[in-house]
């Protein structure tokens, strides 16, 4: 079976610290969308992942690139959203260059 992958565009939250296990360790994010109704979601970072989270700034949009993992423990069904990538948004990222973008008809210049 073949894993899906999802991504949802937000705004950053928070990040825990890292909570070390015996045979892991995981990193949780949180992320608000910007819907007419808003979500507060939260994500897990495993292991090489965790670093991730390093550098982001509250309030910042991203896009979170993640699996949706699910498991039965005690007849009880749990979920996890194992996000595995964290990108700045694209929405962001267009208007972050239509910004610079130089108005006085000269040609962009080549980085």
């Given at each position: 079976?073949?894993?899906?992958?999802?991504?949802?565009?937000?705004?950053?939250?928070?990040?825990?610290?890292?909570?070390?296990?015996?045979?892991?360790?995981?990193?949780?994010?949180?992320?608000?969308?910007?819907?007419?109704?808003?979500?507060?979601?939260?994500?897990?970072?495993?292991?090489?992942?965790?670093?991730?989270?390093?550098?982001?700034?509250?309030?910042?949009?991203?896009?979170?690139?993640?699996?949706?993992?699910?498991?039965?423990?005690?007849?009880?069904?749990?979920?996890?959203?194992?996000?595995?990538?964290?990108?700045?948004s694209p929405v962001a990222s267009t208007a972050s260059t239509a910004?610079?973008?130089?108005?006085?008809?000269?040609?962009?210049?080549?980085?």
């Amino acid at each position: 079976m073949k894993n899906n992958v999802y991504s949802v565009v937000g705004f950053f939250v928070e990040a825990s610290e890292p909570k070390t296990f015996e045979k892991f360790a995981v990193r949780e994010i949180k992320v608000k969308t910007n819907e007419d109704y808003p979500q507060e979601l939260k994500f897990d970072l495993f292991n090489d992942n965790m670093g991730l989270a390093d550098g982001l700034v509250e309030g910042s949009e991203i896009e979170v690139f993640f699996s949706l993992k699910g498991r039965v423990y005690q007849d009880r069904v749990y979920h996890t959203l194992r996000a595995f990538k964290i990108a700045p948004s694209p929405v962001a990222s267009t208007a972050s260059t239509a910004s610079t973008a130089p108005t006085n008809g000269d040609p962009e210049p080549i980085f």
